[in-house]
């Protein structure tokens, strides 16, 4: 696919991995600061992390298609 085409449901597939990446960083970084157990806390922060990690990967392919 050349740069800069994308479909209208390519862009909605972008926009929808997008909202669920930062939904779960939210809710993950959100179970984590209430948890009471240290392991739960990291296991719950390691995977907020990597939902942050991922839509900022989606972000920056983003950009780099503009």
């Known amino acids: 696919m050349p740069k800069n ?5 390519d862009l909605t597939v972008l926009q ?3 909202t669920n990446e ?13 948890a009471t157990d240290e392991n ?3 296991v719950l922060t ?6 942050k990690k991922r839509f900022d ?5 983003l950009g780099q298609q503009a």
């Not at 085409?5 to 449901?9: P, V």
């Not at 939210?26 to 209430?34: E, F």
């Open 5 to 9: 085409t994308f479909t209208g449901k």
């Open 16 to 18: 929808e991995l997008m």
């Open 22 to 34: 930062m939904l779960l960083h939210k809710k993950c970084s959100a179970y984590a600061s209430q």
């Open 40 to 42: 739960l806390r990291k």
């Open 46 to 51: 390691s995977h907020a992390d990597a939902h």
């Open 57 to 61: 990967a989606l972000f920056a392919f």
